[in-house]
């Protein structure tokens, strides 16, 4: 049975935190070995480690779980990542306690290009503004190529997943719970359409683990910990965004906060943060210009992750198109000379390939 199995397993004991599993798996120099001294209560006793032999689902855990677990694994899709593994980010092993084992579903290659990424957090109660902003940022950042990565809950968490999918790039939902465990419930799509689009959804909870309160602080840490930078986008003065901007500063990463209405106590935290001297952020490509990013260069569409081909009345539309906001139909007409016929022809085939989007407003590039 491969090491991974017997790390996971070991993970799964009560009583075996983050911190007491690192102890022995360094002590036993195999996670094999560890496991064999855990399960016959012979570990050394000045490791200090206290646990019972079960699961959080109250699972007697013995030599059957080992099997039932690697059965679960694979039937579930979920690939164990522990820190020897070549797809465990590397920019997760420079905070503190970093998670001894890492599970994901999906396109776990996604690890492994977390250079150009940004985590988006905020509250779960958010205004229409908050929602609004969490997209456009999401959508913009991932049309430049940016790995959105954020915690798959409701409110800001759901709006920036929205928006990254509407672009190119794959985004990352960091989870509180088993990969198998649906949590909130109500966001069942929302995980079914990060898969589809060659996304990753990752925990370092094991299968049937459930969604628990003290999950998500230590959640945070992964969120903040794996990417470039946090971007705050709305939050109020008790919310727990604040907390993952402080572990974000601590794990010695860069926080931008958007500023929001003054006249609502929706975005209290995030001018907190601006008073705190966090970074202002107004527009998307503020991000790319922090880091010296560059731009996507390709037109991508993430069903079949080929490349749309244009033609030259399409790329002329394009290029005539207000890149960060919305351009009407009437500025395209002044701009480009085309018919209105033409116009709604060539706009329709551009929605088709997913360059832009059709809004209330006008069209929107999203790419």
């Known amino acids: 049975m491969k090491e991974e199995i017997y790390t996971s397993a070991l993970q799964h004991v009560n009583g075996l935190g983050n911190a007491s599993l690192e102890h022995l798996l360094t002590y036993?120099?195999?996670?094999?070995?560890?496991?064999?001294?855990?399960?016959?209560?012979?570990?050394?006793?000045?490791?200090?480690?206290?646990?019972?032999?079960?699961?959080?689902?109250?699972?007697?855990?013995?030599?059957?779980?080992?099997?039932?677990?690697?059965?679960?694994?694979?039937?579930?899709n979920i690939q164990v990542i522990t820190r020897e593994s070549s797809m465990y980010p590397s920019s997760l092993l420079e905070i503190y306690h970093s998670p001894m084992v890492l599970y994901g579903r999906g396109n776990i290659e996604v690890l492994t290009s977390m250079e150009k990424s940004i985590a988006m957090v905020g509250a779960r109660k958010c205004s229409t503004y908050g929602v609004q902003v969490a997209r456009y940022f999401g959508r913009s950042l991932s049309n430049l190529g940016v790995i959105?990565?954020?915690?798959?809950?409701?409110?800001?968490?759901?709006?920036?997943?929205?928006?990254?999918?509407?672009?190119?790039?794959?985004?990352?939902?960091?989870?509180?719970?088993?990969?198998?465990?649906?949590?909130?419930?109500?966001?069942?799509?929302?995980?079914?359409?990060?898969?589809?689009?060659?996304?990753?959804?990752?925990?370092?909870?094991?299968?049937?683990?459930?969604?628990?309160?003290?999950?998500?602080?230590?959640?945070?840490?992964?969120?903040?910990?794996m990417t470039r930078g946090t971007i705050v986008v709305e939050a109020k003065a008790s919310s727990g965004s604040l907390i993952t901007a402080d572990m974000a500063i601590n794990e010695g990463r860069d926080v931008f906060t958007i500023p929001g209405n003054?006249?609502?106590?929706?975005?209290d935290g995030n001018h907190w943060l601006?008073?705190?001297?966090?970074?202002?952020?107004?527009?998307p490509e503020q991000v790319m210009h922090e880091y010296g990013w560059q731009k996507a260069t390709k037109y991508s569409n993430m069903e079949g992750?080929?490349?749309?081909?244009?033609?030259?009345?399409?790329?002329?539309?394009?290029?005539?198109?207000?890149?960060?906001?919305?351009?009407?139909?009437?500025?395209?007409?002044?701009?480009?000379?085309?018919?209105?016929?033409?116009?709604?022809?060539?706009?329709?085939?551009?929605?088709?390939?997913?360059?832009?989007?059709?809004?209330?407003?006008?069209?929107?590039?999203?790419?």
């Open 28 to 76: 036993y120099q195999s996670a094999k070995e560890a496991w064999h001294h855990v399960i016959h209560h012979s570990v050394d006793p000045s490791l200090g480690c206290t646990y019972e032999l079960y699961d959080e689902n109250h699972r007697p855990i013995d030599e059957t779980y080992l099997q039932q677990l690697e059965e679960d694994l694979e039937r579930y």
């Open 148 to 225: 959105i990565v954020s915690g798959g809950a409701m409110g800001i968490d759901r709006a920036s997943h929205e928006g990254a999918l509407q672009g190119q790039t794959p985004t990352i939902a960091v989870m509180g719970c088993g990969l198998n465990v649906v949590y909130p419930r109500s966001n069942r799509s929302l995980f079914l359409e990060i898969l589809d689009n060659e996304g990753l959804l990752l925990s370092e909870y094991g299968p049937h683990i459930q969604a628990k309160a003290h999950h998500f602080p230590l959640r945070n840490r992964i969120i903040s910990g």
């Open 262 to 267: 003054v006249l609502t106590h929706t975005c």
């Open 274 to 283: 601006i008073q705190q001297g966090a970074t202002v952020l107004t527009d």
């Open 305 to 367: 992750s080929k490349e749309c081909h244009m033609n030259d009345e399409e790329q002329v539309i394009l290029s005539s198109m207000n890149p960060s906001g919305v351009t009407t139909i009437e500025e395209l007409i002044g701009s480009t000379g085309y018919t209105l016929s033409s116009l709604h022809s060539l706009l329709l085939q551009l929605e088709l390939k997913k360059l832009i989007m059709h809004t209330a407003q006008g069209y929107v590039i999203q790419v």
